[in-house]
T-cell receptor
Framework: EAGVTQFPSHSVIEKGQTVTLRCDPI?????LYWYRRVMGKEIKFLLH????????ESGMPNNRFLAERTGGTYSTLKVQPAELEDSGVYFC???????????????FGSGTQLSVL | GDSVTQMEGPVTLSEEAFLTINCTYT??????LFWYVQYPGEGLQLLLK?????DKGSNKGFEATYRKETTSFHLEKGSVQVSDSAVYFC???????????FGQGTELSVKP
């Protein structure tokens, strides 16, 4: 079974440019999450999709960030325009169902390292 | 709101030393607790979890016990190896497949 796939693995852009990160969750997983780790600090929640709907976007830092999940499959996270403080590692994770089952598992991708110069 | 505080690093140990990484949490309900690990160049992997008070999670020689009375979930290993060098994250969630709240991560370096 394929895992959660993210690309690119690394992106180096200049301040003011636009970058789009992509996440392909495990097939059949309804839940998709975006997280970010900035400057070696804690990993912070950005937002949560259930299928194509945004369930919780309370962690999105500002309106320069736009996440989409058209068709409820893969998701993109666009940063426009990028600022220096957006540098960090962006993780995507997915899980199967919205049910609060005790054996439910969350699977993470390898992350995208974003460097804004 | 809910939060997780874990021991700051970096932690440097010699091979076969005993490891403890402290983790405490604040939560209004009864969360599930997790330890995730990120090895160099790789993504986050679930190391172990506990879903209710007094549960002990274990994996690869690591253990952590969900202590409700002290709101703690300390990670321990009796004898670390060089291959355990990684960043360890304590986290909580309302349910195992849901949104996670992480601690700041503890970098562990094990020297031969």
């Amino acid at each position: 079974e394929a895992g959660v796939t993210q690309f690119p693995s690394h992106s180096v852009i200049e301040k003011g440019q636009t970058v789009t990160l992509r996440c392909d969750p495990i097939s059949g997983h309804d839940n998709l999450y975006w997280y970010r780790r900035v400057m070696g600090k804690e990993i912070k929640f950005l937002l949560h999709f259930v299928k194509e709907s945004k369930q919780d976007e309370s962690g999105m830092p500002n309106n320069r960030f736009l996440a989409e999940r058209t068709g409820g499959t893969y998701s993109t996270l666009k940063v426009q325009p990028a600022e220096l403080e957006d540098s960090g590692v962006y993780f995507c994770a997915s899980s199967q169902k919205p049910d609060r089952a005790p054996n439910e598992k969350l699977f993470f991708g390898s992350g995208t390292q974003l460097s804004v110069l | 709101g809910d939060s997780v505080t874990q021991m700051e690093g970096p932690v440097t140990l010699s091979e076969e030393a005993f490891l403890t990484i402290n983790c405490t949490y604040t939560a209004t309900g009864y969360p599930s607790l997790f330890w995730y690990v990120q090895y160099p160049g790789e993504g986050l992997q679930l190391l172990l979890k506990a879903t209710k008070a007094d549960d002990k999670g274990s994996n690869k020689g690591f253990e952590a016990t969900y202590r409700k009375e002290t709101t703690s979930f300390h990670l321990e290993k009796g004898s670390v190896q060089v291959s355990d060098s990684a960043v360890y994250f304590c986290a909580l969630s309302d349910w195992p497949g849901g949104k996670l709240i992480f601690g700041q991560g503890t970098e562990l370096s094990v020297k031969p």
